[in-house]
């Protein structure tokens, strides 16, 4: 069972939930799980619509802190309050343009942990980065400064240059940072690959050795196309 994992970043009004409409009618999937992750506006309708159906229903981002004087913040236990079950920390926007840390990033995954989330760490090397041949440097640092101490996470490899480009790593290249990634993480840690994946590419991505799904941006706003990459789950 592979997951499918939406992260709509600044998208979605409440019309929106015609798209998680069209998810849940689509009935459990054999070999996908299904995880939305819509704005937090939306979170909480969302959650109870989706409430005991197949589909998860995720936050984008937590503080670190539980409560307390951080206007526009939302903390890990108001995401489960709301009904998320997992919320991603450090995706490269939040890294790149929030100045976030590995060690903010670790804090964050922590607090997800405490509040009963599944955390959804994400990693990945800049074009940069790539160039100099330092991707699974990059991928080794990013792990050791931000993954919880302890607790079960889920992580994302998201190549910076391959979100919202429709560019993505041949499947060796894929197939080598995952098999990287993994000897850092204990054996049953779900590695999502995220980066410009659609229904074309979906096959190819999902069938490379050491991928436990997908975390996809742009294809998930539409439930067709995101029900097609999920068609191609194993
Ligand atoms: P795209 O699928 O739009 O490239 O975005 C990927 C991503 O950043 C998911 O978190």
Redesign the pocket.
Known sequence: MQLIAG?W?MNGLLASIAELEALIASGPHPSAALLLCPPATLLASFAARARGTHVAIGAQDCHPEPCGAFTGDLSAPMLADAGATHV?VG???RRIGHGETDALVRRKAEAALAAGLVPIV?IGETLEDREAGQTLAVLARQLQGSLPSSGAAIV?Y?PVW????GRTPNPDAIAAAHAAIADHLPGDTPILY????SPANAPAILATPGVGGA??????LRAHDFLAIAGAAR
């Open positions: 992260n970043k991603i995706h490269s926007e994400c994302a998201e391959a979100i919202g480009t995220g980066g410009s994946v975390l996809v941006g742009g294809a998930s």
